[in-house]
């Protein structure tokens, strides 16, 4: 009896560890099988992708260099890209920096006394409530804002000089502050003083025509014009740089009309750029955007480098700043569904079309379509969707959004990366 009793507890004994190993075995297949699951998917999410190129781009414009005579330090009454009419005071030349150090020190507490007179004018207080007052500072804030975010230096120095004078008026109407007769009184005594010392300039340079001011000359000014742009080799643009005239007796140069070009060398072998169309570019040296549509667009031969010719009616300080520089050129700017290439997959199908024949009679013919597209794993069901390209990078693919058609892919699709078609 005792040596049946020990065979039975081997046999159960057995038999329980046979069950706990097959229980670790299936334990272990689903979480195999549940972690290479999650592998083998990315879900599908909304990406943002810019078409671009990048070349070194030189500009063109219609330019007449602005001499001077005498040999001085030059005070410019004219920023960059300004804007200037005939007979305008464009720079002046005086013997040394001290007087311009003066002048601009004038200016400087002329304009402050201005705004002080301002102020205290008591038409300016009695015009204004303290409610009206506090909401248009509070506008004049945001106009400040956004005028530094588009980098209007312009607008910014306008806005803060209004904000100024609300400020101010403020604190007199609310009783902080009584008046500001002292600063009006110490401002005039220190321009009184000021005034006494010597700041007459050797030579006034006008301008003999209107036209957009640039402080600099390079050597290009007769070469690089709107005349010349079909005379432009791939070579000739290779050699222009970026450096500036020494030359002491020219004060700038004067730029007509607001249209200009800008010339590079481009890749243009699959045609994606054609005359007519508009782009966007983007300067090294700023972060603004411009708006320019292609002008002309050839090659010497080989499409892989052609010439690139870009036209543009905006102006401004930055885009006067050089003679050359790195440009990036913005094809088109896309936001679709982000897609890994090794996703991809082609499927065929066979559809039946209906033709009819010259004698009036309907024949059935099968005809085979080719679909772009990927595998989705949706619950246990591994489902075909398709897939409308709008964007390819490097390894992925941006698909367009297809929120009516349940065939596309759709956000937030579990993308199946690998497995047999």
């Not at 410019?76 to 007979?87: A, E, H, P």
């Not at 040296?285 to 010439?307: F, H, K, L, V």
Request: overall charge negative; glycine content about 6%.
């Amino acid at each position: 009896m005792r040596f049946a009793k020990s065979e039975g507890s081997i046999m159960v004994k057995i038999l329980r560890n046979t069950v706990l190993v097959l229980f670790l075995v299936i334990f272990i297949s689903i979480v195999y099988n549940f972690r290479n699951r999650e592998s083998d998917t990315v879900t599908a999410l909304i990406a943002e992708a810019t078409a671009s190129k990048e070349f070194k781009g030189v500009f063109i414009r219609d330019e007449t260099p602005l001499p001077c005579s005498a040999n001085g330090v030059l005070s410019y009454n004219v920023s960059d890209g300004g804007k200037i009419g005939k007979g305008t005071i464009v720079a002046q030349v005086y013997p040394n920096e001290e007087q311009i150090s003066v002048k601009r020190n004038i200016d400087k507490l002329t304009r402050e006394l201005d705004i002080l007179k301002k102020i205290q004018n008591p038409g300016t207080q009695e015009s204004v409530q303290p409610a009206a007052l506090s909401e248009n500072i509070k506008e004049n804030y945001r106009n400040l804002v956004l005028c530094r975010d588009l980098g209007d230096h312009s607008g910014v120095e306008e806005t803060a000089e209004t904000m100024l004078v609300q400020l101010s008026t403020y604190q007199i109407i609310t009783n902080e502050v009584e008046n500001f007769n002292q600063q009006i009184s110490d401002l005039e005594k220190e321009l009184e003083e000021l005034k006494k010392q010597p700041r007459q300039p050797i030579e006034s340079i006008i301008s003999p025509k209107s036209a957009y001011f640039v402080s600099y000359c390079d050597g290009y000014e007769g070469e690089l014009t709107s005349k010349t742009l079909d005379k432009l080799t791939i070579a000739r643009l290779s050699e222009i740089n970026d450096n500036r005239s020494e030359n002491q007796y020219v004060v700038g140069k004067l730029v007509d009309g607001y249209c200009w070009y800008l010339a590079g060398v481009v890749d243009n072998s699959r045609k994606e750029y054609k005359i007519g169309n508009h782009v966007k570019i983007r300067l090294a040296s700023s972060a603004e955007y411009y708006d320019t549509e292609i002008y002309d667009i050839r090659d010497e031969g080989d499409p892989a480098n052609s010439i690139i010719i870009l036209s543009c009616s905006q102006f401004s300080y930055d885009l006067v700043q050089h003679r050359a520089e790195t440009i990036e050129l913005i094809r088109g700017e896309y936001k679709g569904l982000k897609v890994p290439r090794e996703a991809i997959r082609f499927r065929t199908s066979a559809e039946e079309v209906q033709e009819t024949s010259e004698s009036g009679e309907e024949n059935a013919e099968t005809a085979e379509t080719t679909e772009k597209g990927v595998y989705i794993r949706k619950g246990e069901q591994i489902e075909f969707k398709r897939i409308d390209v709008i964007y390819e990078g490097s390894d992925y693919v941006l698909s367009k959004i297809h929120d009516e058609d349940n065939s596309y892919l759709a956000l937030y699709d579990d993308i199946l990366l690998e497995g047999d078609d």
